[in-house]
């Protein structure tokens, strides 16, 4: 059955006419409803199919499309069948629609015609169904945020008990070898000699030339991947604290050692953003001694911005790095009389 409903709005002073079809095998309680936006000429023309009845424990199911009149490829069943099926229900969803239809200027440029449109609406009646055979779906679950990952925890509790002891002055660390290994090759090359020699439990490997609060901090970071010393001197070092750079300086030697590439690049780090007048020369040795480019060109950069250099070359680093790195000094020599 062929129904259509004619309806006159109020769009920008002048009357708007359109014509709604609705190709129908049965009656149905549907109507159509067009929404205008008349404040926002940027807004979108809204159809809405509404359920106009009540239908007491029954759902209308069918598939739609708005198209304009002249747009006859939207209108054939092939395309319509693509359409989601909608369920319309008294109390519950009882209407749908296309919110975003078209434009209002798209719709002036392109299909108003002595100032009105056509709209044809195709319905496709899949059926009538009872209300209580429709299972309804389940509210979306509230948002689930997981804990954050507590293995740093797990693998710190591994401290208290090991295989291999390291003997750092009269400290002594138990560890394990298999952790150790894995993290780093050039443990893993000292261990292999005693685990292989069957000795794992009594052996004790003495490192004399490290400080034992360097080695807890390398293990803390083996075990748990985070910085030991981060929770104890991030606030002396915003204050160019010589010790808490002495620290840090003291920790990429010895993680550059071990071959702990990455936490090498973080110690790095942390040194460049707390260079200081005190620290810069000895800062300069270590970046070349331990080939870290990064903290170097921070070295001579801070050097390059100083006013006064006599002040620089006057402070007990800047005469250990004449001593000890010779050519890094010919280098910044050189670098400062490029800007000359």
């Not at 519950?92 to 002595?114: A, P, R």
């Amino acid at each position: 059955m062929m129904t259509s409903s004619d309806a006159i709005d109020s769009y920008c002073g002048f009357p708007l006419f359109h014509r709604l079809h609705s190709q129908l095998s049965l009656s149905l309680p549907l109507s159509l409803s067009l929404f205008i936006n008349l404040k926002d000429r940027s807004s979108y023309v809204s159809l809405v199919l509404n359920l106009k009845d009540r239908i007491p424990d029954n759902a209308i199911i069918v598939r739609f499309n708005f198209s304009f009149i002249d747009q006859v490829d939207l209108q054939k069943p092939s395309h319509i069948g693509t359409k989601p099926a909608c369920k319309f229900f008294t109390d519950k969803q009882n209407s749908w629609g296309m919110y975003q239809f078209i434009k209002l200027e798209d719709l002036e440029q392109q299909h108003l015609k002595d100032d009105c449109f056509m709209v044809w609406c195709d319905i496709i009646i899949l059926g009538v169904a009872r209300v209580a055979d429709i299972a309804v779906p389940a509210p979306p679950a509230a948002a689930f945020m997981p804990p954050p990952p507590d293995w740093p925890q797990h693998f710190r509790a591994l401290l208290q008990g090991a295989d291999v002891r390291f003997l750092i002055k009269t400290k002594t660390f138990a560890v394990h070898w298999c952790v150790l290994a894995a993290r780093s090759l050039m443990f893993s090359a000292e261990l292999y000699s005693t685990m292989k020699e069957g000795a794992a439990n009594t052996a004790i490997m003495e490192i004399d030339d490290m400080r034992a609060d360097m080695f807890s901090n390398l293990l803390h970071f083996i075990y748990t991947d985070s910085l030991l010393l981060e929770t104890t001197s991030t606030t002396e070092l915003g204050k160019h604290d010589e010790a808490a750079s002495s620290t840090v300086q003291h920790l990429l030697m010895a993680v550059d050692r071990y071959g702990m590439e990455r936490l090498k690049l973080i110690c790095e780090d942390k040194l460049c953003r707390h260079i200081s007048l005190n620290t810069v020369g000895t800062t300069l040795v270590l970046a070349e001694q331990h080939h870290c480019k990064k903290l170097k060109h921070a070295c001579f950069k801070f050097i390059k911005t100083q006013k006064k250099l006599d002040v620089v070359v006057a402070t007990d680093g800047f005469q250990h790095l004449a001593k000890s790195c010779p050519f890094a000094l010919f280098e910044l020599i050189a670098k400062l009389g490029e800007d000359n």
